[in-house]
């Protein structure tokens, strides 16, 4: 029996290792073994707050790759179109907290997940599907993985399905004038774009009203602007909303702009208002930030509107 989710999102996810306190690597006496990915962190976010979520990607046919798999599966996320490759390892990063820096080493060159090209997965898995979710990082990681985003996003659209995209820009990945190149060829492909202000600044100089009216007009019929603590703002049928950040203790920023997205395409399938979907997406980026990890902190749905309303829960 066809396995039919509400969200699909498609990319690569890699193993982790992270010192379990602040301090340079060199300096660590072990590393803790996670997982993270933009995309998969998503479909993790939906799923804790009662939404079917799938991820699509391909993994080594290693240890590793077992380790990502069985992690998202234990997270409710359908991972029933991931591929295992043999000739390909899984890919890995690792990141340190020096003060309030976060530097990060990729090594995914060659992954398995950088070899996913058009027909990676069956597209039958997006019968029914409300949201197909991609992101900037898989187009960066390979020619490949570039003519895969732009294949995925036309047949989603020719499917019926809503095409998201998070520009999430990586300046380790490709050069700001790749990345560029690429969003032209996106955009016309996508139906809600989220651009983060530090990425829209580093690509086009700003991330103001007009910078998403430009967007629009070259095919998002909605255009989410994330402005870190400040809050966000969306472009919606010609107006303009934005609403407040919440205040948040910030333990561990990575992770937050993929939760932020879970929020504000559950308020789409909440059938929330705009403001509200701000709202929500802005509680949900607050509370990952809280908690070190890329989705350990993300809330299920009684967490979250518990935070919304205020109400305190005494843990006892």
Known sequence: ????????????????????????????????LKVGGAESNLAIALSRLGISSGWVSYLGDDEPGQLVLDRIRAEGVDASRVRRISEQPTGLYLREKVGTTTQVYYYRHGSAASTMGPGAFDLEYLEGTSFFHLTGITPALSDECRAFTLWAAREARAAGTRVSFDVNYRSRLWSPEDAKGFMEEMLPLVDLLFVGDEEARALWGRDDEELAREFAEKGPREVVLKLGKEGSAVLLEGSFLDHPGFEATEVDPVGAGDAFDAGYLAGHLWDLGAEERLRVANALGAMSVATLGDYEGLPDGRELWDFLEGTEDLGR
């Open 1 to 32: 029996m066809r396995t039919v989710v509400e969200v699909v999102a498609a990319g690569e996810t890699m193993v982790l290792g992270t010192p379990s306190r602040p301090g340079r690597l060199r300096h660590a006496p072990h590393l803790e």
